[in-house]
């Protein structure tokens, strides 16, 4: 993989998920004016699944969630081309498949929280193990690049980017805070007794963005840190709207699946939207940082070895 795949830029306001992407301003020089085909497949992949999955037509019953994401990414990757000129999924392909990894390691990293937290539980899932492997792993391989692109969309179309304000700088021993802090966040959910951790998966959605921005930061990375000492606040809240809309999909398909998941939080269980508790949607906000940061350090791994 050469080096300028993931080379992280320094000007404010350019791509964090792919900086290699086309500017905006380059991009409308193009004279893309229609959506790309892989475009059009993704929506009918997400039409003809929500036919099937009404009709109870298996694979499409049981995964339908994992189907809906994957005709929304290649949605995603189309719009991405028609405003910036490149496709993530056809011209960067060995960092879409190695996203694909990152995304099913670090929600599997969650579900072994969730083996003591018990925040949720899933229902209707296949007897076949290597049938449940499989749709598990498509399921979770379609996390990252579903938050991140939609991040990306935004961006690419100039959501937030006049939101700024006076570059501030940072003190180191914030640095230091937020890093000590996100690793207490992280390791206190599981060292806890399980009677008190199932209260405490809050501390996980953000304690990874805590840690590992800090360390980012150090490694040269993209890092929101380095966007306040800009002045800037698009990324994060692109990432915030990203996690929301992310959210509402993910709970919207998920409600209507045959295989499914259910919440199993011990307060605040009413009102709910679909199977989500009303405030769980707020989660989705720090849970999309969180697969940012995870992925700019993965990308600084891959770095190294190039």
Known sequence: MRE????????PGNTRFHPSYKSTEASHR????????????????????????F??????????TPVQWTGYILFLDALLMRRRGESFIFHRTREFLFMLIVSDVCWFLFEAYN????????????????LRVIGSCWAFATIFPGILMTSEVIDAWG????????????????HKLLLITGALFCFVPVLAPAEIAKYLFVFVWVGYVFLLDPINYRLGMPSLLRDLERGSLQKLLSLFL???????LWEFWNYWANAKWV???????????FEMPLYGFLGFLPFAVECFVMWQLALYFVKRKT
Not at 115 to 130: A, D, K, S, T, V
Request: proline letters at 9%.
């Open 30 to 53: 193009t004279g893309l004016a229609s959506l790309p085909r892989h475009g059009y497949f993704g929506l009918a992949i997400m039409l003809i699944g929500e036919m099937l999955m």
């Open 4 to 11: 300028d795949l993931i080379t992280p830029i320094s000007e």
């Open 242 to 248: 990203s996690g929301l809309i992310c959210g509402i």
């Open 115 to 130: 083996l003591h937290l018990r925040n949720w539980e899933y229902h209707n899932m296949p007897e076949n193990l290597i």
């Open 159 to 174: 959501g937030f980017q006049r939101v700024r304000f006076k570059p501030v700088t940072v003190p180191k021993w914030i």
């Open 263 to 273: 919440y199993t939080v011990p307060y605040f269980n009413r009102p709910q939207i």
């Open 55 to 64: 009709a109870k037509i298996e694979p499409a019953y049981t995964w339908f």
